[in-house]
């Protein structure tokens, strides 16, 4: 179980609804050895009658590089605006992605000038 508090951008139009204490949740992850791979699902804090969102995420090589895929669904139950709010949250998910991505690859550059 992995505890997190969110800072991220909330638009302007919905700030008056969501302040940023309320986007907190625990992740429950589960690691499969047979299976090689995580499956998690989110437990929010706050909002736990209209949002669901769960997946799995696996590693593997590909060539000399490794692959990371994650699947999962997000539901947001809220008439009007829900499809808009998950397909918002997902973008700011590929970005994270995008981020960590880069992170992992700059962390490994420096580990291996650090062995030479």
């Not at 969102?53 to 947001?76: F, N, P, Q, V, Y």
């Amino acid at each position: 179980k992995v505890r997190y508090f969110a800072i991220g951008f909330i638009p302007k139009e919905v700030r008056k609804w969501i302040k940023p204490h309320m986007l907190s949740w625990i992740e429950h992850s589960t690691y499969n050895k047979a299976g090689k791979y995580w499956e998690w699902r989110i437990e929010p804090h706050f909002f736990k009658n209209i949002f669901t969102c769960k997946g799995k995420m696996s590693l593997h090589a590909e060539g000399d590089r490794t692959k990371r895929t994650t699947r999962g669904s997000l539901d947001i139950r809220v008439p009007l605006v829900g499809r808009a709010a998950e397909k918002f949250i997902v973008e700011q998910l590929k970005e994270n992605f995008k981020a960590e991505v880069k992170m992992f690859h700059e962390t490994l550059k420096r580990l291996k000038k650090a062995e030479e």
